[in-house]
């Protein structure tokens, strides 16, 4: 069989999947914010009647999930693969989820980048002839978050300018073989890159090294610039990243320029005091299976370029010192 | 392009992927238990002169995987893709790894059913014709993951028969789409299965349905029983999870016997007091890539189903109350 890769990190895909079916759901504070219409469900509280904010956030996944089986009328066994992921020790969110759906399971970490692995590997699941369906999830929660990174929110520790508001959201999308829908084309998988910085209160500016290497390689290899794009959106660089990123794009050559949207600045307003943006695996889950694929169906968009980010960081790791080692990977999306 | 399926689980490779490298590295104790001489290293001291265990576990992942490459006489440019992954919050060790080897990383969470998650994708990733080599790496330390998962060793806590010890070890894979080497020819992912188990210090018990789940699955979709394996290893139900499983299948249909060996029982003398045996994602990943990948080399086994299992809890879900959530992933490898 061809490799189908291209240039030295990127892969086309010989019959690209579509995305039949994506379904999005965020708490009310994303609900307030610009993107309000885009969302399929929009809860009323954050705890969304559950006793805690971790069994909310599993609810997020599985509801997201659910949905987008009932959007692309599928029961769970027509689907072979769940393949899910989240920012929970141990990825809890998403295993508790693969219990309801019976769906065989493959667990994924790249932290807020989790959905772009999925997406990545979901299309070479059923590209690579393995599966004829896979669904794709990922999801944070506000509260589940900052207690678990930084401060439970009942401290009301004052954040700074530079910090990202975890998005409470979720995302799902399935991957087909056949089908209607926009498709994924080509998928350049990121290194790990890590500048030193060590301030998990500006993760923005880490990750802003590795989405700018990913989208390098990505031109590099494809032979193409931002122009070759309706839109470049990259989840979740926020303010200070989004500004970091384009200087060291200038830097390798290419203009990003108004082609250039940011999942994180999308999602929140500023009158919404969101710090520098939104963040989370939930955030470009639910901004692009949301309001991007929107565009796309309205013909606005006719082929993108999503970029996710992550930080891999944990606490621990802060604590010992160590630098934030950051990851970004690109998927092409053209419309089907 | 052909489904390559068989029945409803499980999937066969078209052009096998090869495991032409594989490397090991153990701590003290799992050096003088009955599997020393099949490790390719073995450290003096559980820190392996690192400040923390933490820093301990990820130089254990990196070497295994720099010796698989030196094997294999590769330099990591040579390899499209890492699949790794650990127990550690975020799976930070896999992370930091990835940072040294600069390789497009994949991070996974299947807990100690790790490597299985990272063969079956890898395999797919190489048969699907997106790489011609993959790096496949798991670790785990049994310091790191008391304090993370229990208490700290220091704290001296007195163990349960049930409690397995977690491996202090790596072991990592290079598979590759030509060459020398036994050969992953089938893989049967996993659904989650919880039987509402809730105690963390028996989870051979808790992953045993899983793995009950998967192996009938996998003997019902390819027709085959336990005699046409030379070998069924699991990994890591250790002593009480073994017998579960032996029980399950009978009731099932199926007969085990002396086709049976699980990794945590392996790994440890009953000598060592390591409780009900081993566990860990290091357990299966150093028992396949040292001893069982060497008596294959040896002729002694031709063909063998590795399942390797993991409870995907947190200890925040068991403190909410949450019972454990387990899968179990089946891999058919045969000489090559």
Same sequence: chains 1, 2.
Avoid: W
Avoid at 151 to 156: A, C, S, T
Avoid at 166 to 182: D, E, H, R, Y
Wanted: aromatic share 6%.
């Amino acid at each position: 069989m061809a490799v189908k890769r291209i240039g030295l990190q990127t892969i086309a895909f010989g019959a690209p999947p579509h995305i039949i079916a994506a379904s999005t759901i965020v708490g009310p504070r994303e609900g307030e914010g610009p993107l309000a219409e885009s969302f399929d469900t929009v809860t009323k509280t954050d705890l969304y009647g559950e006793k805690t904010p971790e069994k909310a956030e599993y609810r997020l996944l599985e509801e997201a999930c659910q949905s987008a089986l009932t959007k692309a009328k599928l029961p769970a066994e027509a689907v072979q693969y769940y393949l899910g992921g989240d920012l929970l020790n141990q990825i809890v969110t998403s295993s508790f989820v693969a219990r309801q759906l019976q769906i065989p399971y493959l667990g994924l970490y790249a932290a807020c980048a989790t959905i772009g692995e999925g997406l990545a590997l979901g299309a070479m699941i059923i590209d690579g002839g393995f599966a004829e369906k896979v669904l794709v999830g990922a999801a944070s929660h506000y509260h589940t978050a900052e207690r678990q990174f930084r401060y439970p929110v009942e401290l009301n520790i004052q954040h700074r300018g530079t910090n990202q508001t975890t998005v409470t959201g979720a995302g799902a999308a399935i991957l087909a073989n056949t089908g209607q829908g926009p498709r994924v084309t080509q998928a350049t998988l990121g290194k790990v890159v890590d500048y030193g910085l060590k301030d998990a209160n500006d993760l923005g500016s880490a990750m802003a090294p590795a989405a700018a290497d990913t989208l390098v390689r990505h031109f590099q290899d494809t032979g193409t610039t931002p122009g070759d794009y309706d839109l470049i959106l990259t989840g979740d660089l926020a303010r200070m990243g989004s500004k970091m990123l384009h200087k060291l794009l200038q830097d390798a050559g290419y203009v990003l320029g108004g082609k250039h949207q940011d999942a994180g600045q999308l999602i929140f307003s500023p009158q919404q005091k969101a710090g520098a943006g939104g963040s989370g695996a939930g955030c470009i889950a639910s901004v692009l299976f949301g309001h991007i694929l929107k565009e796309m169906y309205q013909g606005r968009y006719h082929k993108i370029l999503v970029v996710p980010t992550g930080a891999l960081f944990s606490p621990l790791t802060c604590q010992q010192g160590e630098s934030i080692p950051c990851i970004a990977h690109a998927l092409v999306i053209e419309e089907g």
